[in-house]
T-cell receptor, first 113, second 112 residues
Framework: DTGVSQDPRHKITKRGQNVTFRCDPISEHNRLYWYRQTLGQGPEFLTY????????KSRLLSDRFSAERPKGSFSTLEIQRTEQGDSAMYLCASSLRTGVGYTFGSGTRLTVV | GENVEQHPSTLSVQEGDSAVIKCTYS??????FPWYKQELGKRPQLIID?????GEKKDQRIAVTLNKTAKHFSLHITETQPEDSAVYFC???????????FGAGTTVTVRA
């Protein structure tokens, strides 16, 4: 287990379709974060989990977005009825509760056509 | 919520010169300030971080300074090399949640 893994790396979907991304954190990390990054901008916080509990959701996360982390291990981020404005890089990060080892995955680049 | 501003947006330096990037934050509760380097198409990678109980931290050619009173922190890269060319992001968070608020980024170009 050498880092945070995200799958898929790239996703092209038609507007209106649903998509789901997966993140596998570093195994001993109990915190997991999702961020969204658009071209030329810094990552924006979406939501985070401590173990299986979702502790905070950003206002950026509309009702079409849902995230889960069953059993406190991997996490999924689902976007329903995708829109062109959802096109972005979706980054996952994980850390210990102390913040030590805060590490980003390589991201899933979503393109909505 | 936290608002982080970062300047400049682009920075071009001659190889061997120093580069300085400055950030300000708004939330006095923020106490953790990491800096990330992101190369094109790659993940943000932590290069250095500082907590609010420390005023300065150095790691080889990279240093970060923090002024809690003024709510600003800076990244200093000395003896720049071509491989330092990348986008650099500052961020701020509290140790309660480590939810990062990022600056808009600085594109650093090191001219050979």
């Amino acid at each position: 287990d050498t880092g945070v893994s995200q799958d898929p790396r790239h996703k092209i979907t038609k507007r209106g379709q649903n998509v789901t991304f997966r993140c596998d954190p570093i195994s001993e990390h109990n915190r997991l974060y999702w961020y969204r990054q658009t071209l030329g901008q810094g990552p924006e916080f979406l939501t985070y989990f401590q173990n299986e509990a979702q502790l905070e959701k950003s206002r950026l996360l509309s009702d079409r977005f849902s995230a889960e982390r069953p059993k406190g291990s991997f996490s999924t981020l689902e976007i329903q009825r995708t829109e062109q404005g959802d096109s972005a890089m979706y980054l996952c990060a994980s850390s210990l509760r102390t913040g030590v080892g805060y590490t980003f995955g390589s991201g899933t680049r979503l393109t909505v056509v | 919520g936290e608002n982080v501003e970062q300047h400049p947006s682009t920075l071009s330096v001659q190889e061997g010169d120093s580069a300085v990037i400055k950030c300000t934050y708004s939330d006095s509760a923020s106490n953790y300030f990491p800096w990330y380097k992101q190369e094109l198409g790659k993940r943000p990678q932590l290069i250095i971080d500082i907590r609010s109980n420390v005023g300065e931290k150095k790691d080889q050619r990279i240093a970060v300074t923090l002024n809690k009173t003024a709510k600003h922190f800076s990244l200093h890269i000395t003896e720049t090399q071509p491989e330092d060319s990348a986008v650099y992001f500052c961020a701020a968070s509290s140790s309660n949640d480590y939810k990062l608020s990022f600056g808009a980024g600085t594109t650093v170009t090191v001219r050979a």
